[in-house]
Each structure stands twice: as structure tokens, then as C-alpha cells.
């Protein structure tokens, strides 16, 4: 048995995904994922030694507690269960109170749940997977590797909000951000990339998934980051609004909204699919712009143009010479159009799109999508599995 191994539990509002992977490579025995939890579409998949099974999740019933269930019954069916070291989950809300990874327990479970007031969807999906893993493997370490913990290192100027002080000081009410594991990543690739040691390396790493964030990092670490108290703020993403004036909450308030239906459609039902009417999938997106549909592409003006607003200021957040922007997430690591039109943007900070480099960067290849006299700008995959394994292991 390898001792580098790690069971990665990653649960997200309405999926899990799972893998055995090894601390040094990244490469993973077994990985899977569960979707569409609550819904009659309910499934999880999962490839083995190259093979792909799918299976159905019965309806009703706790999805995620069924989702873990199955995968520890799949790794004893695999013969797997003595192949890994430890288990890492991902957790998305750490509060203030946790700047790093921390070994679970009871009490960091019950924190986790307590700050689900902060990602009511996600922590507590977090904390059923951490509590079904620990009844599965009661004799293995777990891990707990927090999104927010990236950004604890954000000054004060970056993460209060313009609110009476109170708030923050009685209710912690700040900016937390999300996304940390994979902008920590990008940019430890990036730097990698560059050969240049990441604590002398400024970077603006940009995520673009169903979910999207930009941050600014300077000499490694994070001084700023689009998400807020919630990942709701910032960027234009799938369903969710980013930045809008708070003020659209008290005039739809007035206008006879009820609290739960105003923050469904903040959260679900605007962003790409609200504007287009078409899609929170920017590949469908996309594909309606080509045809025409002129809400389709006002959804990708927007989307653009806020990202590569966030990006011009974030060079005065880092306030030198920026080594690269980083494009991560789904959309950042595939959609060229995307990329292309915010390099554009960006023209007037000297960057300047190679279209050949900026198409054969896809797919999962990492690579510089600028022209030789510009600006940098490249692609990284992202991979947070990789970095939770990388983590449990270091804690052990
Ligand atoms: P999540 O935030 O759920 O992890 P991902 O990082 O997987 O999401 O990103 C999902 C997004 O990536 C979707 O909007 C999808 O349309 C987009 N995407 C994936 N492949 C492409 C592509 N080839 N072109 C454009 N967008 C893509």
C-alpha cells in the first residue's frame, strides 16, 4: 500500500464528488460523481481502470448521506478501502475561524454546521459527508480543507464592508471569499510555470465556472477576492447575480416579494440564465449567441466586461508589475471566446491575445495564450482534489 493515497470528498448544494487520489501525482485510482441530488434525475457515475459506470439514486431520502454510503460501498466492492491514508473534504465556509486545514472532529463538524449560516447549501452538505466518512472509516485521519482559508490573508481595507463596525465585530459580517483551493493552486502552477518562487509573484487568477471569482495575489498571497460573505457577490456567474445595488432587495421587498423567492432568484435564477433566458451554461450560452439571440449575447457582454473590470482593479490592489493572469473553472479553461474577449478588454494594460495559443489552450491543457510582446496571460487547469490530498497528507 502506497501511504500517499487519499479519499477526497468534495460535497457540493446538490452533488459529491469523490476520488482516490495520490498526494504526489494527482492521479486518481477511482473518481466519481453524484448529481442532481433531490431531484428524480438523481445519479452518480464513477470511472474506474477506464471503464465509466452510472447508476440511479432512488428517489427520496438524504441524497448526500446516499451518495457517501454508496462510494464506501464501492471502495469496498473495488478492494480500495486499504489504499488510502486519509480523507479530505472540501468545505466551503470556514468563517474566521479557520485559516488553515484542521484534523476533524466532533466539535470542527459542529463549527462547520454552526457557519452554515454562511453557505446553508453547502456546509451542510459538507458536514453530513464528514459525518457519514467518519462512521465509514473511524479509524482513519480526516481532514477539513476550507475554500475561505486562501483569503484570510485579504487586509482589513479588502474584506470590510462600509457598514456600521458593529456588524463585523458582533456578527462577523465581511467579505470571506470562496474558490481559495483552486486560486492557491493556479497560482502555485503558475509560478511554477514561470520559475519563479511563488512568494515573489504577483498573479490575478480568474475562475470561471457555473460559479465564478477573480482574486489578487501578491507575493503569494490573496489581498483581495470577488466573493463576499456569501458567493453570491462579484462576478456575473450561472444562476447567481454578482455585485448588484442592495437596494434591488428593498425595492422588490416593496413591490410585495417574499424574502425566500427574492433570494431563490439572486441565487438560481439569475446570472447567465436570468439574462439569456436561454441557459446558466455558458457552452448553451454561447451556442444562442452564434444563432442570434441577442439576450444570449448581452449575457457574455456582461459576463466579460465585469470579469476584465474586476481584473483592471485588482492591478491597483496588487499595485506592481503583474506576472500573469491565470484563467481557471470550466469556463476559463475552455471557452475561447471568452477569454479572447477579455483579453481585448485588456489591451489598454498592454495585453495582447495569441488567437493560436489562446485556441490550442483547451481541454485541460495548460498554456500562454498572449502574443510574444505582450502581457501575460495563460490557462491553468484547476484542480482542487489534488491540493485537498496534497494537504491531508502534509497534516499527517
Ligand atoms: P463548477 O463551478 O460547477 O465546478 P465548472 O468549473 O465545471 O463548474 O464549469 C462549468 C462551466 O464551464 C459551464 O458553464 C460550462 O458551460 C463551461 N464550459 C465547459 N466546457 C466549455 C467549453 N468548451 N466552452 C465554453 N464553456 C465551457
Known sequence: MSNSYVLVI????????????????????????????????????????????????PAGGNHHQYAVNRVVSLLETLGLTSQFVAVGHRIVAGGETFKGTVKVDEAVIEEVERLAELAPLHNKANATGMRAAMAAFPNLPQFAVFDTAFHQTMPPKAFIYGLPYELYEEQKVRRYGAHGTSHYYVSREAAKMLDKPVEQSNFITVHLGNGASVTAIKNGECVDTSMG??????????????????????????????????????????????????????????????????????????????????????????????????????????????????????????????AKAN???????????????????????TNEEFVIAQQSVAML
Open 229 to 354: 460573505l456569501t458567493p453570491l457577490a462579484g462576478l456575473m456567474m450561472g444562476t447567481r447575480c454578482g455585485d448588484i445595488d442592495p437596494s434591488v432587495i428593498e425595492f422588490l421587498f416593496r413591490k410585495g416579494w417574499q424574502q425566500d423567492e427574492l433570494f431563490d432568484m439572486l441565487n438560481k435564477k439569475s446570472g447567465f440564465l436570468g439574462v439569456s433566458g436561454v441557459t446558466s451554461d455558458a457552452r448553451g450560452v454561447l451556442e444562442a449567441m452564434e444563432k442570434g439571440n441577442p439576450r444570449a449575447r448581452l449575457a457574455f457582454e456582461i459576463f466579460t466586461y465585469r470579469v476584465a473590470k474586476y481584473i483592471g482593479s485588482y492591478m491597483v490592489a496588487i499595485g506592481e508589475e503583474v506576472d500573469a493572469i491565470v484563467f481557471t473553472g470550466g469556463i476559463g479553461e475552455n471557452s475561447l471566446p471568452i477569454r479572447s474577449e477579455i483579453l481585448n478588454y485588456l489591451k489598454v494594460f498592454g495585453y495582447q491575445e495569441d
Open 10 to 57: 468534495n460535497s457540493g448544494s446538490s452533488s459529491l464528488k469523490f476520488a482516490v487520489i495520490d498526494s504526489q501525482s494527482g492521479d486518481a485510482l477511482v473518481s466519481g460523481l453524484g448529481e442532481c441530488f433531490g431531484l428524480p434525475e438523481a445519479e452518480i457515475s464513477w470511472k474506474y481502470q477506464g471503464e465509466k459506470t452510472v447508476e440511479a439514486i
Open 359 to 381: 485556441a490550442d489552450a483547451r481541454f485541460g491543457q495548460s498554456g500562454v495564450i498572449t502574443a510574444k510582446d505582450s502581457k501575460l496571460a495563460v490557462v491553468i487547469p
